[in-house]
């Protein structure tokens, strides 16, 4: 993922070129260009104040002031701060910021929807990836109205990444979402809003401005990875999975496909399996049913059916399929922070396995996957299965 920081690293990075009149350098504070703003989406979304004889001075010492790292002159008399830049915030030509200030008209302040934004030097914070047994999952929409995560904490001492997850550890949940820069809620999924873009969440925590706590209806969320929880059991984007062995560390990711094993007019059904196949391109995920999606055969619709301990996940395709059911959800990822989310079944990530089909209708020994292989399965010997964790693979 992309994260907030790195846009506003990128940003900032850039060095200031081509100015035709003067555009101030504040004695700390440095120029890192002009750049797109509206009233219902500030890229500087801090403290504020607007005076007709506003300078470039005085925005930067308004936000010194209050401890911001961003100060920024707009409209000619418009002065914003912030400790990073807000989405969809974009750098913009310089010539777009062409309003005087209003109270040096040797100075350039923005213009309307332009502002001009200086930065005093200290580093933008930065999205925690994992603390303690905790890791980040992802900057998830949320709402006044749908509340994803139920439980709001009071934390004394303020919020942090590591007080709101200790305090939602504390409450027995394994769900913990910092949103707005000091709200810390607690719940146990799956959330059913969308995941956006990290530099969404990029509000710096009131109580620590070294680091994010989530942004304006936005959750920064982070999964207890000593608990199995599912994250979402909906996911709208197609999405393929990848085997990533568990042990040794850093095996190759071995690409799964849903591969149809029996045929009967107008009806298949399918298995999940590392044999080689391109009939279904992305699967998708709807209320914990999974649907394997075919971009040549468009017309038959295919569907999760029940999978049994012990069995290779099985799918049906037909023009009118059951509705596709799992529960499959998508978890945290356990080996890689932030990592790829990972496919859980019934609420567990770690029973997947690998195992060798020696089934007599499959003379090929076709590897596949398998939700909690058990002794006695007359389509594999036990000891030929290798534990996995399914990746789920964006496309
Ligand atoms: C700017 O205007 C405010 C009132 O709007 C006034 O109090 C202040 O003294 C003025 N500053 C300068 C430098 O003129
Ligand atoms: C702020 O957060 C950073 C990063 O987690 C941490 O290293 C630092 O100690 C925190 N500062 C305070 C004052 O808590
Ligand atoms: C093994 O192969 C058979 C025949 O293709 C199939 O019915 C079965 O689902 C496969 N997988 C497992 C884990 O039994
Ligand atoms: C399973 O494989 C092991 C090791 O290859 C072998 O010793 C055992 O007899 C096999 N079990 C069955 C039921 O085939």
């Given at each position: 993922m992309i994260s907030a920081t790195f846009c506003a690293a990128i940003a900032l990075g850039l060095p200031f070129v081509g100015a035709s009149i003067v555009r101030k350098d504040a004695s700390a504070w440095t120029l890192q260009g002009c750049f797109t703003d509206s009233s219902t989406s500030r890229t500087l979304a801090g403290a504020s104040f607007a005076s007709a004889n506003m300078t470039v001075e005085s925005c930067t010492s308004f936000c010194d002031a209050g401890g911001f790292s961003l100060a920024g002159v707009e409209f000619g008399s418009e002065c914003f701060c912030d400790h990073a830049l807000q989405s969809p915030g974009t750098l913009t030509s310089a010539n777009n910021c062409n309003k005087a200030c209003?109270?040096?008209?040797?100075?350039?302040?923005?213009?309307?929807?332009?502002?001009?934004?200086?930065?005093?030097?200290?580093?933008?914070?930065?999205?925690?990836?994992?603390?303690?047994?905790?890791?980040?999952?992802?900057?998830?929409?949320?709402?006044?109205?749908?509340?994803?995560?139920?439980?709001?904490?009071?934390?004394?001492?303020?919020?942090?990444?590591?007080?709101?997850?200790?305090?939602?550890?504390?409450?027995?949940?394994?769900?913990?979402?910092?949103?707005?820069?000091?709200?810390?809620?607690?719940?146990?999924?799956?959330?059913t809003s969308s995941l956006s873009n990290d530099n969404n969440c990029a509000t710096a925590c009131v109580a620590n401005t070294t680091e994010f706590c989530g942004g304006a209806s936005r959750l920064q969320v982070y999964q207890d990875l000593t608990a199995q929880v599912c994250l979402s059991s909906t996911l709208t984007t197609g999405f393929n999975l990848n085997a990533i062995p568990v042990t040794p560390p850093n095996a190759p990711a071995i690409p799964l496909h849903v591969h149809i094993i029996q045929t009967v007019p107008l009806v298949s059904w399918s298995v999940l399996t590392a044999l080689s196949d391109t009939l279904f391109t992305s699967t998708l995920l709807n209320n914990g049913g999974l649907l394997p999606m075919s971009t040549s055969q468009p017309q038959f619709r295919t569907a999760s059916l029940t999978t049994k301990p012990g069995d290779s996940p099985i799918f049906v395709t037909t023009q009118f399929p059951p509705t596709?059911?799992?529960?499959?959800?998508?978890?945290?990822?356990?080996?890689?922070?932030?990592?790829?989310?990972?496919?859980?079944?019934?609420?567990?990530?770690?029973?997947?396995?690998?195992?060798?089909?020696?089934?007599?209708?499959n003379p090929s020994n076709r590897i596949d996957a398998v939700y909690s292989p058990g002794a006695g399965n007359p389509h594999y010997n036990v000891s030929s299965c290798q534990s996995v964790l399914l990746e789920i693979v964006n496309l």
């Open positions: 209003g109270g040096a008209s040797t100075e350039f302040c923005g213009a309307g929807n332009f502002i001009d934004v200086y930065w005093n030097g200290t580093p933008p914070p930065t999205i925690l990836l994992k603390v303690g047994t905790w890791t980040y999952s992802g900057c998830f929409s949320d709402s006044v109205s749908t509340r994803q995560l139920p439980n709001r904490q009071t934390i004394s001492g303020g919020v942090t990444v590591e007080s709101c997850t200790s305090a939602c550890k504390a409450s027995g949940s394994a769900i913990a979402g910092l949103e707005f820069g000091q709200e810390c809620w607690c719940g146990s999924g799956p959330l596709a059911v799992g529960p499959y959800c998508a978890m945290a990822n356990p080996l890689v922070p932030n990592g790829p989310q990972v496919l859980g079944l019934n609420g567990r990530n770690d029973l997947w396995a690998l195992c060798t089909n020696i089934s007599t209708s």
